[in-house]
């Protein structure tokens, strides 16, 4: 059996859900239209319905030409045909923004009919290319691995069985069924990177280093992927300790997990935020996470990182002015872990609710220290009720303790 469909079909019989749906990016170049025709070999042993999807970029003149001739050939096949003409666009980061036009499509195809996953043609060059970029990115460490086998991208679930070939053999895949992919020659524009990546740094690199500079890198972006898996591990141990609540989450002793641990925690949770955590930020973070900072605090976008000692903060958005409402009330006296949780001591009887702002200059300067006796974290000090009576201080929802200050 030739490595290209026995690379394929090894995927599929590992992936597929028998008798599922799946979707083909084609673009009518020579790695997708490698991928069709492996795919159509592979329905002689393994069921699945096969569509193909295609997006016309509308950039260059023959792509509308094209566009038909891959209807044309979807009908010969007798495989569904999926098509969208893009508007073409101008200005900066073309390349990501005509990616997110791709994939917003296949979504909309996706909702319609239900594919098990959407497969790309990415084969290992690619591979090399995107490691390269990324570590010349400075990208985070769980994005270093580069393309995936298989991935979520929101609802879709993306696969490039291809991963494993090299642009080379699946060329000569092409060859032997005498299938010639479109040219197009956006792939060799200087103007864009991947093309300038091809024909001219890794050349350059494989002149200094010699052959096989490709292969390097991708054998470095699965170890790059076996190192995320390990750390994924790691993070979700860290994720099952943080305390959640109304304003985010916390995590109690961040300085006892090893800085590795921290730091692909602290970047995934900004990921995940969609919030940017400079290299910078983050290793301030990690510092002062490492000398149990008392009071320290670090923005990234949505997200603050709030450092109290031996506790983490993780503050998603601003903190809201207090409301009863959404409070708990509890029985006995809370502190502000109860709080934090999103319960609080019930209002006793006959008493007026305060906040510290509100409260006189005197009275407002003895909770202070009364917070700061019993350890609360500064930054909770204005947002929780204080009841009054009169001009006295009966009651508080941070310390669990009984109050009386006058």
Known sequence: MEKPIKCVRDFLTLNLIPGKRLLLALSGGGDSLALLYLLIECQEKLDFELHIAHVDHAWREESEREAALLDRLAKHLKLPFHQKRLSPMIGSNLEDRYREKRYAYFQELQEKWGFQAVLLGHHADDQGETVLKRICEGARLGGLGGLKAKTERGNLTLWRPLLPMRKAELLIYLNRK?????????????RYLRPRMRQKIFPELEKQFGKGIGRNFHRLGLLFQEISQYLDEKKEAIMQKLVQGPYGAYLEHPSKYPVLEMRYFLEEMARASHAHLSQDSCEILLRLIAINAPKAEVQAGPLTYILNKDYL????????????????????????????????????????????????????????????????????????????????IVGECLTGRSVSIT
């Open 313 to 392: 903060f993780l503050l998603k958005n601003e903190i809201p002015p207090f409301d009863r409402s959404l409070w708990k009330e509890k029985g006995e006296p809370s502190n502000w872990k109860d709080f934090w949780k999103g319960s609080c001591l019930t209002t006793p009887s006959h008493c007026q609710m305060k906040l510290l702002d509100e409260l006189t200059p005197i009275l407002r300067k003895k909770m202070k220290k009364w917070y700061a006796k019993h350890q609360v974290p500064p930054f909770l000090h204005d947002k929780a009720p204080i009841f009054v009576i009169g001009s006295k």
């Open 178 to 190: 005498k299938l010639e992919p479109f040219d197009d020659w956006t792939n060799f524009d200087l």
